[in-house]
């Protein structure tokens, strides 16, 4: 079973910096997801990954397969980007399998 | 765009209670999950669904713990006797093929129990 790690734990940024946020996990997966949890407890989906890298506004994610190693970042960042952000691993079987979640990186972007 | 409904979005229930939380999940989507966030603490995962059973649960879903998808669009979860440490916040998820897919979450279900 995996173990998801993810730094830092918490970030405070400046308006418009770039930002990024990482995620290793132990084992092998089928898949990673990025998810954003607002301030209200609702959780979004961002990416889900299992190779290379994606790209949706100013959000990218990539990931590395060998090295069991993933990053989000944030291009232009921006006070409304304020969120936890999760990294959570599908584990190798697949299936019907839960995901395994790391404790969340908690970004504030001050204006 | 289609989402993952959830009710009640809060609810306080006595320590011993039967509690069900509801939900509906996105239509053509064929695998559903409950997860678990107690306050302060990661989200944990509790069970999958698919086909009309249980695929996979974990060492948290325990007896006291059942999942129904009792007429095709709705899905819920008993906790048959809550207990103080149940208090969290219950995540309804669903996604149309398994590891593929995007997975969507409803936006939770705060349970309290005193």
């Known amino acids: 079973k995996n173990e998801v790690e993810q730094s830092p734990q918490n970030l405070t940024a400046q308006e418009g910096e770039f930002i990024t946020i990482n995620c290793s996990y132990s084992v092998g997966i089928s898949a990673l997801h990025w998810l954003q949890q607002h301030p209200g ?25 060998q090295e069991k190693h993933s990053s989000l970042h944030i291009t ?6 304020s969120a936890v952000y999760i990294c959570a691993v599908r584990d190798p079987g697949g299936g019907a399998d839960g995901l395994t979640f790391g404790k969340g990186t908690h970004l504030i972007i001050q204006p | ?51 009309n059973e249980i695929s996979e649960k974990s060492e948290i879903f325990d007896d006291q713990f059942s999942v129904e998808r009792p007429d095709g669009s709705n899905f819920t979860l008993k906790i048959r006797s809550t207990k103080l440490e149940d208090s969290a916040m219950y995540f309804c998820a669903s996604s149309e093929i398994s590891s593929g897919n995007t ?11 005193v």
């Open chain 1, 41 to 65: 407890g609702g959780i979004v989906s961002l990416f889900m990954l299992s190779s290379g890298k994606k790209k949706h506004g100013r959000l990218i994610a990539t990931i590395n397969i």
């Open chain 2, 1 to 51: 765009e289609p989402e993952v409904t959830q009710t009640p979005s809060h609810q306080v229930t006595q320590m011993g209670q039967e509690v069900i939380l509801r939900c509906v999940p996105i239509s053509n989507h064929l695998y559903f999950y409950w997860y678990r966030q107690i306050l302060g603490q990661k989200v944990e995962f509790l069970v999958s669904f698919y086909n």
């Open chain 1, 76 to 81: 232009a960042s921006h006070p409304r980007d």
């Open chain 2, 103 to 113: 997975i969507y979450f409803g936006e939770g279900s705060w349970l309290t129990v």
